[in-house]
């Protein structure tokens, strides 16, 4: 039990400082989101990390390559969110709606 939250502890740290980092106008917004994007930066490190040869496979990332793997996550966050919001504009700025069917 006490990994998990330790874990948890080091995925909201890691994704503190990759918002800070790495700050744009389509951040995801919230306490757990920003929590999931350093877990999730966490494995992503440890994936490479062991992949490469720089951890055992019992070993995890620390907080630095946990906060690298979350600018990496949120790199494409950000690619995500922006090709969708262009997208969605777009139709708006067009003036092209889909009529409802009743």
């Not at 990759?18 to 994936?47: C, D, H, K, Q, Y």
């Not at 990332?61 to 950000?78: C, K």
């Amino acid at each position: 039990m006490p990994g998990i939250i330790w874990i948890a502890v080091i995925g909201l740290l890691a994704g503190l400082i990759a918002r800070f980092l790495l700050p744009g106008p389509n951040n995801p917004p919230g306490f757990l989101v920003t929590m999931v994007l350093g877990i999730a930066g966490a494995f992503v490190a440890t994936f490479i990390g062991q992949s490469i040869g720089w951890y055992r496979p019992d070993q995890g990332a620390g907080l630095i390559g946990a906060t690298l793997g979350s600018i990496v996550v949120l790199f494409i966050w950000h690619r995500l969110v922006v090709q969708r919001a262009v997208t969605d504009s777009s139709r708006v700025l067009t003036g092209r709606r889909r009529a409802r069917s009743h």
